[in-house]
């Protein structure tokens, strides 16, 4: 038997939370942020309102739209008191576009050299 999180509570509400404040630092309305993603209003609405989940692809348009990493969903706020905990925040997130960006370069470098060579 699997214990019940209560609403308001575990990753579902940290999601909802941290994509509507996302959504107004950035200064867009849900119907802003459904026509960036392609989504519909009603489905960001109803992902704010812990009435639907997300897949990975739609946490990947989401991060896209808003300018930020998919782990901003996923921290909880509270962790990040002072000004300068959510410029760490800021620099991990710079630092995993960069690494990624290495891996992406050296995967196509690999592939290119295993069909010419």
């Not at 214990?3 to 630092?25: D, H, Q, Y």
């Not at 950035?26 to 942020?33: E, K, V």
């Amino acid at each position: 038997m699997t214990k019940k999180v209560p609403r308001g509570t575990g990753v579902k509400a940290l999601f909802a939370s941290n994509l509507s404040r996302l959504r107004k630092e950035a200064g867009i309305t849900q119907i802003a942020l459904a026509k960036r993603t392609g989504l519909t209003h009603n489905f960001i609405n109803d992902v704010e309102n812990m009435k639907k989940w997300v897949s990975s692809e739609t946490i990947q348009k989401l991060s896209e739209a808003l300018d930020v990493e998919p782990m901003h969903f996923f921290v909880n706020n509270n962790l990040w008191k002072k000004p300068e905990d959510l410029k760490y925040l800021t620099i991990i997130g710079g630092i995993h576009k960069k690494v990624n960006k290495i891996f992406e370069e050296c995967i196509i470098r690999e592939t290119e050299e295993t069909r010419d060579g």
